[in-house]
């Protein structure tokens, strides 16, 4: 072999040796607040609901609407939906704001919201 192509042979052999370009960007640890978010039974807000929400409204306790019961939603406001995500931001009567917990995120507020609205009206589509 003339010795230009052994150079070449060599340097292609050695390149494919080498780290790619993924490896060379430095990767970060994964954001556990970001994986939870990432995490589609948190994004349904089941886990939210069920966490800070079910206590009471599966139950009804201080008054708090059940959960399906569409009768103990209908007729509480025009602005109902609206009323309920600010509701469960700020809390409201009896209810605390966020369900008792100040850790969560508005976006999950809203997602336990919305869930509950989804098992309340099943016939309703909201997200």
């Not at 060379?24 to 994964?30: C, G, K, L, R, Y």
């Not at 807000?45 to 306790?61: P, R």
């Amino acid at each position: 072999m003339n010795q230009r192509l052994e150079l070449l042979v060599f340097a292609v052999l050695l390149a494919s040796c080498g780290p790619t370009a993924q490896d060379s960007v430095p990767q970060m640890p994964p954001d556990p607040a970001s994986a939870a978010s990432n995490d589609p039974v948190w994004l349904s807000g089941k886990k939210a609901y069920d966490e800070n929400c079910a206590y009471c409204h599966e139950q009804g306790l201080d008054g708090a609407p059940r959960t399906g019961d569409q009768e103990a939603w209908d007729g509480r406001s025009w602005l109902w939906e609206a009323v309920l995500f600010e509701h469960a931001r700020t809390g409201f009567g009896e209810m605390p704001a966020k369900g008792g917990d100040a850790t969560l995120d508005e976006a999950a507020v809203t997602k336990a919201a919305e869930y509950m609205l989804n098992l309340t009206y099943p016939d309703t589509h909201r997200d």
